[in-house]
């Protein structure tokens, strides 16, 4: 029982004498911050939207929320269409 208590103990006094030794040393090595080497940020929310600049972004991007057809000659929603109905032909035909 007193092995339990003295490794405690033990354990206890590295873990203060540790902390106080970090402490001590990062007071040191690190330079002092002062409230003056921070600039103040000033900002406002406005209601209006800019136009996004045109080099920036890309209006002819792929939008990622668009359905896709592979195989389509132009990729119009017609064609997505005729394919689907020739996928559902060919698979009753299969049966």
Same mark, same amino acid.
């Given at each position: *029982?007193?092995?339990?208590?003295?490794?405690?103990?033990?354990?206890?006094? *590295?873990?203060?004498?540790?902390?106080?030794?970090?402490?001590? =040393?990062?007071? =040191?090595? =690190?330079?002092?911050?002062?409230? #003056?080497?921070?600039?103040? =940020?000033?900002?406002?929310?406005? /209601? /209006?939207?800019?136009?996004?600049?045109?080099?920036?972004?890309?209006?002819?991007?792929?939008?990622?929320?668009?359905?896709?057809?592979?195989?389509?000659?132009?990729?119009? #929603?017609?064609?997505?269409?005729?394919?689907?109905?020739?996928?559902?032909?060919? /698979? #009753?035909?299969?049966?």
């Amino acid at each position: *029982m007193k092995t339990a208590q003295f490794d405690l103990a033990t354990a206890v006094l *590295m873990v203060v004498v540790g902390g106080a030794f970090a402490f001590i =040393l990062c007071n =040191l090595l =690190l330079p002092k911050i002062s409230d #003056e080497s921070f600039s103040k =940020l000033e900002y406002s929310v406005e /209601s /209006s939207v800019a136009t996004p600049d045109e080099e920036i972004f890309n209006t002819k991007a792929i939008n990622p929320t668009v359905e896709v057809c592979v195989g389509c000659s132009n990729g119009n #929603e017609a064609d997505l269409e005729d394919n689907l109905e020739d996928d559902i032909e060919d /698979s #009753e035909g299969e049966e």
